[in-house]
C-alpha cells in the first residue's frame, strides 16, 4: 500500500476531500461561530486560578476514577462470543499536608473498601443469532450491575427528567411515559435498540455498565470520595419516539448521578476527544485573551440556560448530552482541550446560581481549581492523573489479550471441551 | 525441601528477560549497587534451584512511562507538576550475569555452571546479613569450603557471614594475589598467616581427622606481619598461644630476620638471623632471578663442574679468565656475584638457617621472612635457593622407592654439605616406616603442604627470565606433585610470564591500578568473568574477587582487617577444654 500512499495522487485526492469539508462544512460553521464568539469571550470563557504547588489544602479529600478496558472477542465458538470486560478504580488522597501529593490507596484497601480484586477482570458471553440476543444480554447486564431492583434503576431517571419526586412506578401514570411503564418492568424490557445488537454495540453497553458498576461499588463503599471521575461523555442514548434511555446504561447513569448526590460526591466525566466543533478556535480565544498558556475553562450552554445553546452546536442535538453540562478545558498548552461532563441536577444545584452570573462564576472557578490541581501529573499534565492511572491499569494490551486467550484454550482444554482455537479467525490466514 | 524461602533475604524483584548468561530483573528502586549478588528462586518438575545473579548494570525504569524525558521535561517545564504515588512505579532495571545455580541433590548442594534459565518472572531475592547467611552457606558449600580461610562473602556493600575458604588440596596449584597498592595485599597475607596456623592448630588437636599441615615461607618485604600494620600482627598470635600450643604449632622461632639485633625484645624471642651458606646455593638459583649471557652460563657450569659446591668461591677468588674463556667473562660473573660477596646473609663460612628452614618446612610451620633491610637481589635469591632446596628434596624423594635410593637421588640433586647435614632428618620425614634404607617413601602429598611466596613477583617470574633455567617455572610446572605452592603477590598481571599465570589455579583479585591490569586479571582469571570491569573499578581495599578453577562461581570476598579476626579469635590460641570443645566450629 505504501507505494499508493506516497503518490502524487493519493495527495490529490486528500486536497479534494479537505477542500471540500473546507467549502462544505466551515462555510456554513464559520457564520455561526461568528455568531457565537462574542459570547463565548466574554460569558463563557474563564481563566483557572490554579492553587500554587505548595500550597495546603484546609482538608484534604479523595478522588476516585474509573476505567474499564475490554474485548468483545476473547473467543468466538461459531455463534457465541465471550467478551472480556476489565475496570479498575484508582482512589488518590490529594494529601497535601503530607507534602505527598495525590499519593493513591493502596490496592488492598481498595479490594477491602470495594469488595472485589483490582483491577477486575470479569467474563460474560453473547450469542448473537439464535433470537435470545436480548435476553442474553440483559442477564448480563443484571448480573454486571449490583443494583438489583428495576424500579430503583429506571426512576432516578424519570425523576431527573421530570423534575418530579417519584416514589414508584405508579407515578408515571399520567405523564407523558405512564403508557411504557409495562416496558420498563426488566432488564430486557429496557433494550429497546434490539434490532442493532451488533457485536460491537453489545460489547460497548456490557462496558459501560461495567464502569458504572465500578463507579457504583465505589459509592455505596466506605471510601467517601470527593470527586469521582469517569471516562467518556455523560451521554445517554435516547429512544426517539419514547424520550427515555433506550439502553439499560442509559438508566444506569442516571441512577449513578442520583446516587452520587445523595453521597455528595462531585461525579463527572472527562473525555479527551470529544465532538465540540470549534474546540481548537476556542482555545485559541482563550490564548489571546488570558496569554500562552494559560489554564482556561468554557461552558457549553444548553438550550435551557440563561442565553440558550450556541450556534455552533445546534445542529448537534448530543451536545450537550441530556441532563448534563459540559465544559471545555485546557490545562496546558501542548494539549489539546478536552472535554468535561457534570451531571446538570448537581450542577444546578452547586454551581448554577439563577439570576447570578458572577456567584456562578465563582463556583465555576472553584470547581476548576480543585479539577486543574488534580490534573499535574508530569506524566498526563494536564489530563486528571487518578483517570490515567486507572486506564493505564485496566488496558488490555495485545499481549494481556493473547495470553487471556492461551488462558482460555487451557481451560477448555482442562474442562474436557472440545478443543478449539481461540486465536482470532483472521490469524488462521496470517491476516 | 530443605530450603525456606525466607531465610533468602528479602524479596526484590522478578525475572524479566534473558537467557542463560544474561538476566533482566526488574526490581524496587531500593539501593542497589553494581557487583551484588541476587539469587532467583526457581521450583520447577519438582527441581528446586536457587540461581544465582550478580548485578553489572543498573537502570532506573518508571511504570507507565515510556519517554522518561519528555516526563522530566514536564517536570522541569511545569514547575507545579507532581508524579502520583511514583514511589511504587520507580522500578529498577537490573542487568547481569547469571553465575550458575545451586541445586540439592541427593541431600547435598551442589553449584552448577550457568546452563540453564530460571522460571518466568521467578521472584528474585537480595541476601541481608544476619537472615540469608545460613541459607547461602548450605547451598554454596562446594564453591566456598576449604580449611583456609581468606574473607567472607561480599554481595554488593553487604557482607555475609558466609566463609570463603581455600582448600588446602588446592594450594599446591599455586595462587596469585594480585593488587595495586594499599589494596591490602598485605593485610591478606597476615589473614592467610593466621588462617594457616588456625588450620595447623586445627589439625594439631585433632590428630585423627587427618587434616594437612600447611607450611610456608612468607617474605615480608615491609617487616609488618610480625607487628602488625596497624595494631596487632602474627606475633600477638604467638604470644597469646599458650605454652603448648606454641610449642606444636609455632615451634622455636617463626620469624627471620637479617640482623636480629634490629628486632624488638618479644619478637626477637621467636627470631633467627638470616644465613645461607655459599654452598647451598647453586647456579640455577642464580639463573633463576639474573640474566646472564650463554658464555656466562658456560663458564658457570664448568666451575660448578670443577668445584662442586665451593663453585663461588671459586669464582670470586680468581684473578685471571681461565683458559678457553673469552676475556671480560671473569670479570662479568664476578660483577654479578658482588651482591652475595658483600651480602650478610650469604655467608661464605659459619652456621646456616637452610636446614632449620627446611625442617620447618618439613613438620608444618609458618615463617615470617622479614627481607626489609634486603636488596630486592637478595631477596630474590633466598626466596630461589629456600624454594628450590625444599623442591629437590621433595623431588628426590618423589623419585625414590626407598630412603636408600633417596639418599643417593638427594646427593645428586643437592649440594654435597648441606645434603649430608640434613640428611638423617629429611629420611624420617619422608619415610613411610622404618629407617633403614629398604624403608619405602612416602607420598609427598601426604606430607605439608609447603607455601613459598614470590613478593615483587614481576621482577623474577617475568618472560625474560622464566625463559631460561627459572626455579620457578619448573616448580609452577610440577609443585603439585612435590606439594609445593608458590603464593605469587603482585601489583601487576599482565607483566607475569604467561606459563606462571597458566599454572594458576586461585586468583585472589584485590582493587586493580589501570585498566590494563583490570583487562589482564580477567584474563587471567581461572573463571570466567568477563563483564566485570566495572566492578574492579568501583572496588575498595580489602575487597576481592577469588576465582579458581576448582570452582564455577567467582567468590566476591570482603577480606576482614587482621586486627578484626584477631580479636575475635584471640582466646582460642589457649588450649583449655572449653576451646578444645568449641574449636571444631570456628576455624
Ligand atoms: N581488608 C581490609 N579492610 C580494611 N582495611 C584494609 C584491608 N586491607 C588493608 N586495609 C588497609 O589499607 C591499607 C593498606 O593495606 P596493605 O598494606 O595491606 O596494602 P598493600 O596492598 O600491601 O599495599 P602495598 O602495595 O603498598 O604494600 C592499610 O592501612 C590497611 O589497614
Ligand atoms: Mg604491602
Known amino acids: 500500500m505504501l507505494e499508493r500512499i506516497l503518490t502524487d495522487d493519493f495527495r490529490g485526492k486528500l486536497k479534494l476531500t479537505f477542500r471540500d469539508i473546507e467549502n462544505q462544512q466551515d462555510r456554513s460553521d464559520e457564520k455561526e461561530f461568528a455568531k457565537d464568539e462574542v459570547r463565548i469571550r466574554e460569558e463563557l470563557l474563564d481563566t483557572v486560578t490554579p492553587h500554587a504547588s505548595d500550597d495546603t489544602l484546609d482538608e484534604d479529600y479523595l478522588i476516585a476514577a474509573v476505567d474499564g478496558s475490554g474485548s468483545g472477542d476473547l473467543m468466538t465458538l461459531d455463534d457465541v462470543r465471550v467478551h472480556l470486560l476489565s475496570t479498575s478504580t484508582v482512589v488518590l488522597d490529594t494529601n497535601t499536608r503530607a507534602g505527598d501529593p495525590f499519593r493513591p490507596l493502596d490496592r488492598a484497601t481498595l479490594e477491602n473498601a470495594f469488595g472485589r480484586a483490582q483491577p477486575f477482570l470479569d467474563c460474560h458471553w453473547h450469542s448473537g443469532v439464535r433470537g435470545d440476543a436480548r435476553t442474553k444480554m440483559a442477564d448480563s447486564l443484571a448480573e454486571i450491575y449490583p443494583l438489583k431492583d428495576s424500579d430503583a434503576l429506571v426512576l432516578p431517571f424519570f425523576r431527573d427528567i421530570m423534575k418530579r419526586q417519584l416514589k414508584s412506578m405508579s407515578d408515571l401514570s399520567g405523564t407523558n411515559y405512564g403508557a411504557y411503564t409495562s416496558s420498563l418492568g426488566t432488564m430486557e424490557s429496557l433494550i429497546t435498540r434490539e434490532q442493532m445488537l451488533t457485536n460491537p454495540a453489545v460489547h460497548d453497553e456490557l462496558r459501560t455498565a461495567s464502569e458504572y458498576a465500578a463507579a457504583r461499588i465505589v459509592l455505596t463503599s466506605s471510601i467517601q470520595p470527593k470527586y469521582l471521575l469517569l471516562d467518556g461523555a455523560m451521554s445517554i442514548f435516547m429512544h426517539q419516539a419514547r424520550q427515555y434511555p433506550s439502553m439499560p446504561s442509559g438508566f444506569m447513569l442516571r441512577e449513578l448521578c442520583s446516587l452520587a448526590r445523595e453521597k455528595h460526591v462531585v461525579l463527572c466525566a472527562v473525555s479527551k476527544n470529544h465532538t465540540i466543533p470549534f474546540a481548537h478556535r476556542i482555545a485559541r480565544m482563550a490564548q489571546e485573551a488570558f496569554g500562552e498558556g494559560s489554564k482556561w475553562f468554557c461552558l457549553l450552554p444548553g438550550s435551557e440556560d440563561p442565553g440558550g445553546g450556541l450556534y455552533i452546536y445546534q445542529d448537534r442535538t448530543y451536545i450537550p448530552p441530556r441532563l448534563a453540562v459540559p465544559y471545555l478545558f485546557s490545562f496546558s498548552m501542548d494539549n489539546r482541550p478536552s472535554r468535561i461532563d457534570f451531571d446538570r441536577i448537581w450542577w444546578l444545584e452547586n454551581v448554577f446560581v439563577q439570576d447570578d452570573p458572577s456567584k456562578t462564576r465563582e463556583n465555576e472557578k472553584a470547581l476548576f481549581q480543585e479539577i486543574e490541581f488534580m490534573s499535574r501529573d508530569a506524566r498526563w499534565y494536564g489530563y486528571p492523573v487518578a483517570l490515567a492511572l486507572a486506564h493505564e491499569e485496566c488496558k488490555l494490551s495485545y499481549e494481556d489479550l493473547r495470553l487471556a486467550r492461551e488462558v482460555a484454550g487451557d481451560v477448555r482444554h482442562e474442562l474436557g471441551l472440545d478443543p478449539r482455537r481461540t486465536t482470532p479467525y483472521r490469524e488462521d490466514f496470517n491476516l | ?587
Not at chain 2, 518438575?45 to 536457587?50: N, T
Not at chain 2, 610480625?226 to 603448648?244: F, L, N, S
Request: hydrophobic share 40%.
Open chain 2, 1 to 587: 525441601m530443605t530450603l525456606d524461602i525466607r531465610n533468602l533475604g528479602e524479596l526484590y524483584g522478578k525475572v524479566s528477560v534473558g537467557d542463560q548468561t544474561s538476566l533482566g530483573i526488574m526490581g524496587n528502586n531500593r539501593d542497589v549497587s553494581v557487583g551484588e549478588i541476587f539469587m532467583i528462586y526457581s521450583h520447577r518438575d519438582g527441581h528446586e534451584r536457587v540461581f544465582f545473579f550478580r548485578v553489572l548494570a543498573l537502570q532506573n525504569y518508571l511504570r507507565q512511562v515510556d519517554d522518561m524525558a519528555r516526563v522530566a521535561g514536564t517536570l522541569m517545564v511545569e514547575g507545579d507538576a507532581y508524579l502520583s504515588g511514583i514511589q511504587r512505579n520507580m522500578l529498577l532495571q537490573v542487568g547481569g550475569k547469571m553465575l550458575g545455580y545451586a541445586e540439592l541433590e541427593k541431600g547435598k548442594w551442589v553449584f552448577r555452571s550457568p546452563r540453564r534459565l530460571p522460571d518466568h518472572l521467578a521472584d528474585v531475592y537480595r541476601p541481608v546479613p544476619n537472615v540469608s547467611d545460613e541459607a547461602v552457606r548450605k547451598m554454596l558449600a562446594s564453591q566456598t569450603d576449604g580449611e583456609v580461610f581468606i574473607g567472607n562473602l561480599q554481595v554488593g556493600e553487604a557482607t555475609l557471614d558466609v566463609p570463603v575458604k581455600i582448600p588446602s588440596k588446592y594450594l599446591p596449584m599455586h595462587m596469585g594475589i594480585f593488587g595495586s597498592t594499599g589494596s591490602g595485599k598485605s593485610n591478606l597475607m597476615m589473614v592467610l598467616i593466621k588462617s594457616i596456623l588456625d588450620s595447623n592448630l586445627e589439625a594439631s588437636r585433632n590428630p585423627n581427622e587427618k587434616r594437612p599441615r600447611i607450611s610456608a615461607f612468607c617474605i615480608d618485604p615491609h617487616d609488618e606481619f610480625a607487628k602488625g600494620v596497624t595494631a596487632c600482627g602474627i606475633q600477638d598470635i604467638v604470644e597469646a598461644m599458650d605454652q603448648e600450643t606454641r610449642a606444636s604449632v609455632i615451634g622455636d622461632f617463626y620469624y627471620l630476620t637479617t640482623h636480629l639485633k634490629a628486632t624488638p625484645r618479644e619478637i626477637q624471642r621467636y627470631g633467627r638471623e638470616i644465613r645461607i651458606l655459599w654452598e647451598e646455593i647453586l647456579p640455577h638459583d642464580l639463573y633463576t632471578i639474573m640474566d646472564f649471557t650463554p658464555q656466562m652460563v658456560s663458564f658457570i657450569d664448568g666451575q660448578y663442574a670443577a668445584n662442586r659446591e665451593s663453585w663461588i668461591s671459586a669464582i670470586t677468588d680468581m684473578k685471571d679468565d681461565p683458559e678457553g674463556t673469552p676475556k671480560g667473562t671473569l670479570n662479568a660473573v664476578q660483577r654479578r656475584l658482588r651482591f652475595i660477596e658483600r651480602s650478610p646473609i650469604f655467608i661464605r663460612s659459619g652456621s646456616s638457617i637452610l636446614s632449620d628452614v627446611f625442617v620447618a618446612m618439613e613438620t608444618g610451620r609458618v615463617l615470617v621472612v622479614n627481607t626489609s633491610l634486603m636488596s630486592d637481589t637478595e631477596q630474590f635469591l633466598l626466596t630461589t635457593v629456600i624454594a628450590r632446596t625444599v623442591s629437590d628434596l621433595r623431588r628426590a624423594a618423589k623419585s625414590s622407592g626407598t630412603l636408600g635410593d633417596f639418599e643417593s637421588q638427594g646427593a645428586i640433586r643437592l649440594p654435597g654439605p648441606f645434603f649430608n647435614r640434613i640428611k638423617a632428618r629429611a629420611k624420617s620425614f619422608y619415610s613411610a616406616g622404618g629407617q633403614s634404607d629398604e624403608s619405602g617413601v612416602r607420598d609427598p602429598r601426604d606430607m605439608p603442604v609447603i607455601l613459598v611466596t614470590v613478593e615483587e613477583a614481576p621482577s623474577i617470574l617475568n618472560p625474560e627470565l622464566m625463559r631460561g633455567q627459572s626455579v620457578f617455572k619448573d616448580l609452577s610446572r610440577q609443585g603439585r606433585k612435590f606439594n609445593i605452592g608458590l603464593i605469587v603477590v603482585s601489583q601487576q598481571v599482565s607483566v607475569l610470564d604467561n606459563v606462571i599465570l597458566s599454572q594458576m589455579n586461585t586468583e585472589v583479585n584485590l582493587r586493580l591500578g589501570n585498566e590494563r591490569e583490570i583487562q589482564a586479571c580477567i584474563e587471567n582469571a581461572s573463571v570466567n568473568i568477563s563483564g566485570f570491569e566495572d566492578e574492579f573499578r568501583v572496588m575498595a581495599r580489602g575487597e576481592a574477587i577469588v576465582t579458581a578453577s576448582y570452582r564455577e562461581l567467582p567468590l566476591p570476598v570482603r577480606i576482614p582487617l587482621f586486627d578484626t579476626l584477631f580479636e575475635r579469635d584471640k582466646s582460642r590460641y589457649k588450649a583449655s577444654k572449653a576451646t578444645r570443645a568449641s574449636e571444631k566450629h570456628t576455624f
